[in-house]
């Protein structure tokens, strides 16, 4: 009997130590994203659930997680591009997702970044998918150019986002300036609510269609879509080599039949190069397996746009020595 106790004490023990070893075994990973209006917080709860494996999970051909073993990744909601550059920089994210514009000037100190430390150790995981640049305009606003934006509310996002930086550049290229609107600085969804209570004529947003807070803003008040082109001001593209044409199929929003031509930039998603190489190895290596290309079809419209084949498309820094790994030994990079 007291061999028996004892058996059953040491398979308790063993029990109640195998979690004390998973728990030491578990690692945590961090993707900064955007407003949970927008599109990047969605894609970043995709890819936290494609690359995380918590301890005890199935293995991936049994049909369980095919994420990185011991990885718990999670999407954190933030202020977009400049705000998790800086977060990354400072060590409080290990990754976030940024516009190729502004991870280009972060990485060189130039542009938005000229005058303070270049961030150096930038590094890229991934091109994800290109983000439109979306003007929205109230109906009964009269707005139907960006240059009508002249003496209107205008919101022009938040401070420390893409969408501030690029909407600048526009209005530039319109010849227009700060001074001549009603700035506000507000996310979308804060500047829809504006809108429908008709105490905004137009925002800016810059990001993957469709944007739940445009959509969702266009199912109850009557909006338009203004069309940006370089044609039209061809400086924009003459300047800044990252903007590339691009259209909002009809449709895609309520009241807006037709197609409506923008620009647009890709989202990246990036790291520092701190991060282990063997860890930024397995979270691409994760990223590019069938299980996520699953998820990502049929996660998000903009899932679809997320592919290997574009994966360095428009990178304007280096590449991260792990996905570097992957890439080359997946046969995308020589």
């Known amino acids: 009997m007291k061999h028996t106790k004892l058996f059953a004490g040491l398979v308790l023990a063993a029990g109640l130590a195998a979690p004390v070893a998973?728990?030491?075994?578990?690692?945590?990973?961090?993707?900064?994203?955007?407003?949970?209006?927008?599109?990047?917080?969605?894609?970043?709860?995709?890819?936290?659930?494609a690359i995380s494996n918590p301890p005890g999970s199935r293995p991936c051909d049994e049909g369980g997680s095919c994420g990185v073993p011991g990885l718990i990744a999670s999407a954190l909601s933030a202020n977009g591009s400049v705000a998790n550059i800086n977060?990354?920089?400072?060590?409080?994210?290990?990754?976030?997702?940024?516009?190729?514009?502004?991870?280009?000037?972060?990485?060189?100190?130039?542009?938005?970044?000229?005058?303070k430390p270049a961030v150096?150790?930038?590094?890229?995981?991934?091109n994800l998918y290109p983000e439109s640049i979306h003007l929205v305009a109230s109906a009964d606003s009269?707005?139907?150019?960006?240059?009508?934006?002249?003496?209107?509310?205008?919101?022009?996002?938040?401070?420390?986002?893409g969408t501030l930086v690029d909407a600048k550049i526009i209005l530039a290229g319109y010849g227009l300036s700060e001074d001549d609107i009603e700035?506000?600085?507000?996310?979308?969804?804060?500047a829809a609510?504006?809108?429908?209570?008709?105490?905004?004529?137009?925002?800016?947003?810059?990001?993957?269609?469709?944007?739940?807070?445009i959509a969702e803003l266009a199912s109850q008040h009557d909006v338009k879509?203004?069309?940006?082109?370089?044609?039209?001001?061809?400086?924009?593209?003459?300047?800044?080599?990252?903007?590339?044409?691009?259209?909002?199929?009809?449709?895609?929003?309520?009241?807006?039949?037709?197609?409506v031509a923008t620009l647009s930039v890709g989202a990246q998603w990036v790291t520092s190069a701190d991060q282990p190489e063997e860890l930024i190895y397995e979270i691409t290596k994760a990223l590019w397996n069938a299980n996520t290309r699953?998820?990502?079809?049929a996660g998000h419209a903009k899932g679809k746009m997320i592919t290997a084949e574009t994966a360095l498309d428009g990178i304007g820094i280096p590449l991260h020595p792990g996905a570097e790994k992957f890439y080359k030994e997946a046969g995308l990079l020589q």
């Open 22 to 49: 998973q728990a030491q075994d578990m690692s945590f990973f961090r993707i900064g994203t955007g407003g949970t209006a927008g599109t990047y917080y969605p894609i970043g709860g995709l890819l936290a659930n």
């Open 87 to 115: 977060a990354i920089a400072g060590g409080s994210l290990e990754s976030g997702f940024s516009q190729s514009d502004v991870a280009t000037w972060a990485y060189t100190g130039t542009g938005i970044w000229e005058g």
């Open 120 to 126: 150096d150790k930038l590094r890229a995981i991934a």
């Open 142 to 161: 009269g707005i139907s150019s960006v240059a009508d934006l002249a003496g209107k509310r205008v919101s022009l996002d938040e401070p420390g986002s």
């Open 183 to 190: 700035e506000e600085f507000l996310k979308p969804d804060q």
């Open 193 to 213: 609510d504006r809108m429908r209570d008709g105490a905004m004529d137009a925002f800016f947003f810059v990001g993957g269609y469709p944007a739940g807070a």
């Open 225 to 259: 879509l203004v069309p940006i082109s370089c044609d039209e001001a061809p400086s924009i593209c003459a300047d800044y080599k990252f903007f590339a044409p691009d259209t909002v199929p009809g449709g895609t929003y309520e009241g807006n039949p037709d197609d």
């Open 294 to 297: 699953k998820q990502l079809d």
